[in-house]
């Protein structure tokens, strides 16, 4: 598994940006894939994720509503369309990958049950 983000950026508070990941590894049918997001001097916060067999998805309080995780099994792409950004959603957004069915997420989506990692893409809100 080899996961590779795009789609970072600058954009206005109100604005909205799409990220995309791709898996240039494995086929990603079967795993459980994420988004999370870390700011400087911040914990790693799970964004959303998908379960990508079925398309079950969970988001953070923070973003709900507001943006929303797909896949394309066919293509290797993890997907996360973010609208009504705030300058709070700036951060390092990275993709995730467990090739594994996703936990219930009860306490919310949890990096260490991630095994495999992107190396982000900025997003910034001014």
């Known amino acids: 598994v080899q996961l590779v983000e795009s789609g970072g950026g600058s954009v206005q508070a109100g604005g909205s940006l799409s990220l995309s990941c791709v898996d240039s590894?494995?086929?990603?049918?079967?795993?459980?894939m994420a988004w999370f997001r870390q700011s400087p001097g911040k914990e790693r916060e799970g964004v959303a994720r998908i379960w990508m067999n079925s398309g079950s998805t969970k988001y953070a309080d923070s973003v709900k509503g507001r943006f929303t995780i797909s896949r394309d099994n066919t293509n290797n792409r993890l997907y996360l369309q973010m609208t009504s950004l705030k300058p709070e959603d700036s951060a390092l957004y990275l993709c995730?990958?467990?090739?594994?069915?996703?936990?219930?997420?009860?306490?919310?989506?949890?990096?260490?049950?991630?095994?495999?990692w992107g190396r982000g893409t900025q997003v910034t809100v001014s």
């Open positions: 995730a990958a467990k090739p594994a069915p996703c936990p219930p997420d009860l306490g919310g989506i949890v990096a260490l049950y991630y095994n495999y």
């Open positions: 590894g494995y086929s990603i049918s079967g795993v459980c």
